[in-house]
């Protein structure tokens, strides 16, 4: 009896075999689930890239900047530029949640235009909002510009400038020029 049990052919044990096929199939999927989330967060940030430098916005968004070196100049009453840099900031500003998890790369990157965008097209995004009767229209481009003008110190003095400005552009709302 000993004897046969010494020398007796090991039994496979089938459990153990499975779970080890179990186990290597789980690790397998969460591979799979974490590359596909790395390749989300890399489709959406050559997006974000596409929407950037895409050429009608980067000559509105050049049309509107022009009012940063003086922001007294008049601005047309319906500002198409202006309006179109503000669709695209709010595109831009919504692919920023797919880009990290940090949630703050399309600013490090972007935030100095992003922060200026915001100060001189503010006064349009109220505007829009209100003629809109839709007060979350570009809400995502509102959020992420506040949030540059807070993350971009250099710009505290063009900020004071503006801010002061706002005021009269609101005032001639009615008139010719805004």
Known sequence: MIMTQIYAEP?????????????????????????A??????????KAQEVFTEDGFVSART????????????????????????????????????????????LRVWGNPIAKAWLLLKPTVTRECEVAHWDKKWKAFTVLGKEAVRGNQSLSEFRENVLQNHDNRNAAQQGDVL
């Open 11 to 35: 039994t496979m044990d089938w459990n153990a075999v499975w779970t080890a096929v179990g186990a290597i199939a789980t690790a397998v999927g969460a591979f799979a689930i974490g590359f």
């Open 63 to 106: 049309a509107v900047f022009q009012h940063f070196d003086d922001v007294h100049q008049p601005w047309p009453k319906d500002d198409d530029n202006a309006k179109k840099v503000c669709r695209k900031m709010d595109e831009l500003a919504r692919l920023e949640s797919f880009v990290t998890l940090p949630r703050r790369r399309i």
């Open 37 to 46: 989330a790395l390749q989300l967060r890399f489709e959406a940030w050559l």
